[in-house]
């Protein structure tokens, strides 16, 4: 192989958790405004708390951002398309 092809594979691995969190956020966010509210987050996590949306919800306004999800998944508050 080639370094650019190592390159390539090296760079792929790194941003395919990325792509997914892209695509579970865009499937989350029914409307597309670019959060997810709390009647999103429970159509597209029924098995999710209501209380694991408040603490995903860091700046507390009543919907999640990407950014916030991304974090709440990472800690484990929320479930990833990973398991």
Known sequence: MTKT????????TLALPGLAL???????????DGFITMSEFQQAMPEASSEAF???DANADGALSEEELAAAQEAGTLPSSEG
């Open 22 to 32: 892209a695509a579970d956020f865009a499937a989350m966010d029914a409307n597309g």
């Open 5 to 12: 092809t190592l390159a390539t594979g090296f760079a792929l």
């Open 54 to 56: 408040m603490e995903a």
